[in-house]
């Protein structure tokens, strides 16, 4: 089954203390993408990555690292979390041909991080 | 800073009648994605949107991208309790897949 797999999915931790947030996909997709969402903000792009040792930064990356050093995976790491770092994470994969993102997201189900 | 506006945020309606949900960005961009997310859910893709013109239908929901006006809609015919959901659009700065999204449509179809 074609599926984007996040862990873990839900996180309780406290500040400073660093963090991983897996997603994997079996998709053979080349773009990767991971997203916060937050009430009254909607949906924000952190990261992504068009193919294996290829990131870019999304309009909130403060705070996150990423890499992509095989092409099914694509962590997403928080060094020193604050509670500000509390919210909804989603990971996403898809196509990438033609230099377009031509083809449906795939989500996973989402990571619930709360950092006391 | 590019912006992308969803109009209305929230859409209370009844079954069986149309509406349109509208998209609206501030930049040049010719590739726009609308997503569905159902409460306590993930997203799901609805339509990728490449090109100035492009139309695509699915059941009782049609997008439309106008790149010249920097609007796309996503128009509800005859619609039913099962659309009520949250709807994003998002816009890819460049092409680059460097996606905004809007605020969201909170949809609410009544009996």
């Known amino acids: 089954e074609a599926q984007v797999t996040q862990n873990p999915r839900y996180l309780i931790t406290v500040t400073g203390k660093k963090l991983t947030v897996t997603c994997s996909q079996n998709?053979?997709?080349?773009?990767m993408s991971w997203y916060r969402q937050d009430p009254g903000l909607g949906l924000r792009q952190i990261y992504y990555?068009?193919?294996?040792?290829?990131?870019d930064k999304g309009d909130v990356p403060e705070g996150y690292k990423v890499s992509r050093k095989e092409k099914r995976n694509f962590p997403l790491i928080l060094e020193s979390p604050s509670p500000n770092q509390t919210s909804l994470y989603f990971c996403?994969?898809?196509?990438?041909?033609?230099?377009?993102?031509?083809?449906?997201?795939?989500f996973g189900d989402g990571t619930r991080l709360s950092i006391l | 800073e590019l912006k992308v506006e969803q109009n209305p945020l929230f859409l209370s309606m009844q079954e069986g009648k149309n509406y349109t949900i509208y998209c609206n960005y501030s930049?040049?961009?010719?590739?726009l994605y609308w997503y569905r997310q159902d409460p306590g859910k993930s997203l799901e893709s609805l339509f990728v949107?490449?090109?100035?013109?492009a139309v695509k239908q699915e059941g009782r929901l049609m997008a439309s991208l106008d790149t010249k006006a920097r609007l796309s809609t996503l128009h509800i015919t005859a619609a039913v309790h099962d659309l009520s959901a949250t709807y994003f659009c998002?816009?890819?700065?460049?092409?680059?897949?460097?996606?905004?999204f809007g605020k969201g449509t909170k949809l609410s179809v009544k009996p």
């Open positions: 990555s068009m193919n294996v040792e290829v990131t």
């Open positions: 998709m053979n997709h080349e773009y």
């Open positions: 996403a994969s898809s196509l990438w041909r033609g230099g377009a993102m031509n083809q449906p997201q795939h």
């Open positions: 949107l490449l090109s100035n013109g």
């Open positions: 930049t040049t961009s010719d590739r």
């Open positions: 998002a816009v890819d700065i460049g092409s680059q897949g460097n996606l905004i």
